[in-house]
Nanobody, 118 residues
Framework: VQLQASGGGLVQAGGSLRLSCAASGNIVSINGMGWHRRAPGKQRELVASITRRGNTNYADSVKGRFTISRDSAMNTVYLLMNSLKPEDAAVYYC?????????????WGQGTLVTVSS
């Protein structure tokens, strides 16, 4: 499975961005996908995830502001980020897992940089 993330950029605080992650290869093996982020000097964190069935999960810090979605075939997963804050600035990575979420992610895309100006 290959993952290609896109959509990062520079946005003012309060603005919005939509990230996309295009999956290719053995997509039928994917049970779920997620967006992680790593800010300078911080550990990587899971921001949002979605299962093939459409169940979603969000980090407390983004609940109510971010929305993860996918197309029906799990070809593409999106992360709509509203009301962005400077603390949301990070490199965002999409990832996919074959098994169960707590077993870890098996595939990773390259990062896409999100910069939020105050």
């Amino acid at each position: 499975v290959q993952l290609q993330a896109s959509g990062g950029g520079l946005v003012q605080a309060g603005g919005s961005l939509r990230l996309s992650c295009a999956a290719s290869g053995n997509i039928v093996s994917i049970n779920g996908m997620g967006w992680h982020r790593r800010a300078p000097g911080k550990q990587r964190e899971l921001v949002a995830s979605i299962t093939r069935r459409g169940n979603t999960n969000y980090a407390d810090s983004v609940k109510g502001r971010f929305t993860i979605s996918r197309d029906s075939a799990m070809n593409t997963v999106y992360l709509l980020m509203n009301s962005l804050k400077p603390e949301d600035a990070a490199v965002y990575y999409c990832a996919a897992y074959k098994g169960l979420p707590y077993e870890g992610y098996d595939y990773w895309g390259q990062g896409t940089l999100v910069t939020v100006s105050s």
